[in-house]
C-alpha cells in the first residue's frame, strides 16, 4: 500500500522510503509531512507530550494561515514571563497575528524611520504608545485573554491582532494551514481563531483526538 501523504506519516518513516517517493499529488500533501514527520522523530523518544499537527482549512477545504490555535480547559500555571515582539517595519506591523499567553510582555520596535504611534481600543488591552521611533523602554503586558485589535494612529492601513490565551498549548498555521501543538496524545477541545472572525464573533471551538502521526483536519465551518 502506498501511503497517502499526511495520513498516516510514520508508515512512510518505517519503509524507509523519502517524501520524493509519494504520488506527485500536491506540494501542500508533502510539505505537511515533512512538517508532521519532523516533530515526530525528535520527540518520540521523550514520551509524554507529543507534536500534534492540525491542518486549519476553510468550509472549501482551503488552508488558512495566521489562524490561532488554542487548547482549551487546560490548567494554566503562573504567570509564563513570556516576552515577544511584534516590529514595525515598511509602515506594517510585522507579525499581523500575534498569539501569546497571559502575562506576556510584548516590545514594540519601531524599525521604520517615520514615527508611529501604536494603539488599541480593545476591552483585552487599551494602551497607546504615543509617536516614537527605536524600541520603547517598556514593553505592554497582556494580562487579560481576548482579541487585541493593534493600529497605528498615524498610518490607518496598519493593522495587526493580538491573541491572548488562557492556555499553555498554542500555535498559529503556517502557509499551509498547520499548526503544531505539543500536547499529550488524545481528546482535546481546539478553539480557532482568525482575523477576518474579528474581536466579537463567538470563538470557533472544536474537540478533536490528537496524536503524533495524523495530520488532523480541522475545518471552520459552523
Ligand atoms: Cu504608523
Redesign the pocket.
Known sequence: MVPTGASRPERADNTGMPPAAHPPTVTHALARLARTLLPLLVLLPCGAALAATVAVTDAAGRPIRDAVVSVVGEAAAAAPEATAAIQ?VG?RFDPIVTVVRIGTAVAFPNN?T?????YSFSPAKRFEIKLYVGTPAQPIVFDKPGIVTLG????DR?LAWVVVVDSPHFAKTDAAGVAVLNVPPGRHRLRVWHPELGEEAPPFEASLILDAARLVPLRLAR
Open positions: 514595525q509602515r521604520d517615520v514615527r508611529h504611534h501604536v497605528c494612529n498615524i498610518h496598519m
